[in-house]
């Protein structure tokens, strides 16, 4: 089936054309119709001092492929031209083959910082000797994972010292099979400190689960025919170019890894968010990757082979997400979001999940090193402007056409715009 043209549709004819593609029951199809959210009243179960629902828009992505698997991918998010943009760059890497995406591992780490140890020498031996033993005791504290299959890999140890301080820092690795893993991890460790403690003669500082998941490293790649970049092949070579460049831009300049990076998590983000998972963590997990080798560099690598014309890109980050847990169950968007991607374990949602943040990256490299970002993004962006300004949504379009054409496009045009329509 093909999606060309998809954004032209009208919202019911988009809800249409996902049921019958067999990706919405008739239930999930009215639920999106009617506006269906999370019940208020299960909202306030979940967080604190609740007040009352927030809104943010539940968009697709129409089509990606990813391992010759295609999806629909749904995205929330509140900035324009986010999605159009990742559906751009999946149509375009489409054409050559999708995207491949391997999941390197899946293991959660967590850590016990020891301090004040009587003898480091002494207490590592000890951790050595009982590595066994240990593991024990943190399946013991979380047995349901055993049942799943999951469970308690492996005992580690380093040594970091700073500001005069040494700290025997004890690493756990946990398989936590379909869950993000942050009970599991810290029900372990917590059951692990107070025997570290005895074991090293030190003192337990923290026993926590770490966000640094390079135990959960997934890598997407892509194969691109260079001619599909631009209709006049000459262009298309040197937009190439120009990106494998400016990958290496954000690998030599921070200011520039950080917005490349931005660029990245705003496809990452928007399924994180659609399907309930802790985005927060992933963006975390992501940033501190991209520090790894002490400086921090943009997380995605483009290569231009000339001999071939092929755009190679390659994009590898820990992406620890569940499919499984946490609020996924009891918010109705989000199990909307799992039916469309057609229920992947969490394995194939990382992997669906660093592609879209790989086609992300190359839509808007490509727009920067051709036309310039705001083309693309201030045509989207003027009918947020026109809704600012205080268009009616039958207004929106006829403002936001005309804010295109107009010298400035800001909110002072659009509100004069306005006035006269
Ligand atoms: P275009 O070449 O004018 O698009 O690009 P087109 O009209 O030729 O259409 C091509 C395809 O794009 C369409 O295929 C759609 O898939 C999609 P079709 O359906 O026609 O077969 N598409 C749309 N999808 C939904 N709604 C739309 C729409 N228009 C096209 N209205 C486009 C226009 C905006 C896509 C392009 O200019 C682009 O990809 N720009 C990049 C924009 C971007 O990256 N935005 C993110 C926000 S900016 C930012 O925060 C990040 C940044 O700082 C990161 C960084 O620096 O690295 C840039």
Redesign the pocket.
Known sequence: M???????KTREERITILKEAGLLSQESASSLINKELLNVDIAGQMVENHLSLFALPYSIL?QIMVNNKTYSVPMVTE?????????????IVMQSGGFTSQILKREMIGQVALYDVEDMELATKSIDLKKDYLLQVANAAHPSILKRGGGAREISWEIKSESGLDFLVVYLSVDVQEAMGANILNNMLEALKAILEELTSATALMAILSNHATNSLVRASCKIEVGTLDTDLEQARKIARKIEV?SIF?KADIY?AA??N???F?GIDAILIASGNDWRAIEAAGHSYAAKDGKYKGLSTWIYDKENDILHGELTLPMPVASVGGSIGLNPSVKICHEILGKPKAKELAAIITSLGLA??L??????VS?G?Q???M??QAKSLALLAGAKTDQVEEVADKLRQAKHMNLETAQKILIEV
């Open positions: 093909t999606f060309s043209g998809f954004y032209k129409p900035e324009p031209s986010v999605v159009a943009a990742a559906s751009n760059a999946s149509k400016a954000a520039r917005t490349h931005k660029g990245i705003n992300q990256n839509a808007a490299l490509k727009a920067l036309k970002i083309a693309g993004h045509k989207l």
